[in-house]
């Protein structure tokens, strides 16, 4: 089970001390209605992402943690989540972007659900494996909010980032797309991988 690198730990504490990885305040977000969460199936950390989820969940809904709530959470679970979903995404070719786009549609119209929530998680597998660092996975998972806001008419899609820093240092985290975007106002350069090398 990985934790972040050294270069990943600079990356995280530089982003956490310009305010850009927020604490999750459930209030905020529409959950009224529930969510559809796009989120990496990485076995090493579904467990404490889905948990991080449930509780954002049961806060907007002011549960108690003895008392039992049916989490109205549709998960669409592909590796990569949402770094899969930018057009040209750095992490694949093979058209996972369409994909999710079409089964978000679909989820929200079948379900009567408005709130997306887009999950990256670090370390990624899929991140790793295509050499993406903190910076370019955090900016693909915004460039994943910006395509699905100018595709999904009326969805409301909120960035969250899972940080496993050790066993005991796991934390979610709420990113503002416009605060990233004042940062870095074009997308961090990522390259696709090339069809040649599939
Ligand atoms: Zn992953």
Partial sequence: ???????????????????LLECID?????????????????????????????KVYRDHHDVQPDQSIDSRIHELKLNGGA???????????????????????????MKKIQTVVLFAHAPCGMAGMFGLTLTQNLDCLIEAKLRL??????AKVVCFMHIARSDRERRTYFISAAKWRLLYPKRVRSDPPSTAAA
């Fill in 26 to 54: 459930a209030h905020l977000i529409d959950l009224a209605n529930g969510a559809i969460e796009v989120v990496c199936g990485d076995c090493d950390h579904q467990t404490d992402i889905y948990s991080h989820m449930n």
């Fill in 83 to 109: 770094l899969l979903i930018p057009e040209k995404s750095p992490i694949t070719h093979l058209g996972e972007d369409r994909v999710l786009i079409e089964h978000i549609r679909s989820a929200m119209r």
């Fill in 149 to 154: 806001k100018s595709e999904l008419v009326g």
């Fill in 1 to 19: 089970m990985g934790f972040l690198n050294e270069e990943e730990e600079k990356e995280y504490l530089r982003y956490k001390r310009m305010g």
